[in-house]
Each structure stands twice: as C-alpha cells, then as structure tokens.
C-alpha cells in the first residue's frame, strides 16, 4: 500500500466527521451571510472548515492546505507547493439552503498538479465517494455497503448529461441543442463527477465558473473510474497552475472512447 493510499481511512474520517457538523447546522435555524463574490455562506461552511483543518494539521502537518474558507493565500506561495490538501467544506451551499440533500464534503489532495486522492462525501444522503493511486475508486452508501466504481460505456443515440441544478448557463443550452438525442439528469455540487463514476450518467459539460476546491475531489474519483475532466481544448485539467484560483470551463465524462468535443461550437 502506498502512503497515499494509507491516508486514505483518516481522510474518510474527517470529511464524515466534517459531515455530522454540517448536519448540525443542516437540522437546526440557520441564518445565511454573502460574501464577496455574492456566494451563500452559513454557520456549517465555517464548522465543517474548521474539522477539516484540524484533522488534516494532525494527520499531515507538514503539508499545506487549500480550503475554501481560507483562501487567502497569494499566488507565489502556493506556486511552489508540489502536494497540497484541496479542501471545499461545504460544497453547494445554495443545496444546502434549499435543503434538498445534494452538498457534499470535498477533501483531495493535489501533487504536481493532479488530483491523487479524493474523498466527496454527502452528509445528508450518508454516501462516501473515495479515491486513491491502488485502492482505485469505491462507493460507501448509507448501507454500509461498498462498491467500486467504473464508468459506463456510453450509448451515442442517448448519453445522459448531467445538468446543474442551480448553475444553469445558456452556452449549456445551446451545447445540448447540437446533440441528437439525450437524457437530461439533475444534480447539484459534485456529485455530478461521482455519478459519472457509478456509471450512473455520461457527460457533465461545465461552461461557467468554478473554483479548484469545487472539483479537486470529485475529479479524483471519476478519474479513478476510468473517466477523465479536460478543459475545452481537450488538455487534462489542472490545478494550481493559474494566479486565479477559477477553472478554466470543462467537459467532465466516463467514457473516453467517444468524442464529447465534438458538441462544441
């Protein structure tokens, strides 16, 4: 077992520890603040944080960390990081708000630009996505049960494409407009990468902003699916490569056999 791969039970750990704070929030009155950017932030964005960071300083204290709630960090100085934590604490906060279960818990961990490690997992819906370089790809769902996890071969009378349910962008619209047929499935937070991965859809196309964090984890799950994130270019995405800490838009798919720039304009 890789050293990456042994870290991956305390990762778990956290991000469900993470998780039963958020839930905390979840059940209970919570108020809604904005930041900067205008995106929702809650008291459970800022619990869930704080577990994370703490978990991973005590696990590995010698690796720097990326996280949402604290990415006050200049360009220069995360440059030179080789392994990093990528960490999104609440990630779909406007999910969260509607209370419709689809957030998750994202913690990867990024060296030399790739996702080598990732965990997503879903408090409310009690599911855990992971990935590492051996271990390869597995489900825990609220059974306890565990599943690893492959992409499908996809059928290109019908791919099924996944759709945000809170991120909607007309350049989407009109991407679907050049595909002859196909199964709209609706999804919120990363959990659109981790359906791919259960081979449960075939393509997300991304053609507005996200952040790193947003897709550091989830990305490292479909890839260890056999499924690959490239920007539209078709160059694998990478992270920590830009001042900015945005993702340049992305096609998010399983199967790599079939041509999905092809619906490009």
Known sequence: MSRIDALLPDVIAIAERAGRAILEVYHGEFEVEHKADDSPLTAADLAAHRVIAAGLRDLT??????????????????????????????????????????????????????????????????????????????????????RTLSVATVDPAR????VSSSHRTPDVDALLTRMPDFEPVAMGSSLKFCLIAEGEADFYPRLGPTSEWDTGAAHAVLAAAGGEVVELSGTPLRYNQRDSLLNPHF?????TGHDWRQYLD
């Open 61 to 146: 204290p010698d690796w720097p960390q990326l996280s949402e709630e604290g990415a006050d960090i200049d360009a220069a100085t995360r440059h030179v990081w080789s392994r990093y934590w990528l960490i999104d604490p609440l990630d779909g906060t406007k999910e969260f708000v509607k209370r419709n279960g689809q957030f998750t818990v994202n913690i990867a961990l990024i060296e030399d630009s790739v996702p080598v490690l990732g965990v997503v997992h879903a408090p409310e819906l009690d599911c855990t996505w992971s990935a590492a370089p051996r271990a390869g790809a597995a489900k825990r769902a609220a059974d306890g049960s565990q």
């Open 159 to 162: 791919p099924r494409v996944l």
């Open 251 to 255: 096609l998010a798919f399983g199967d």
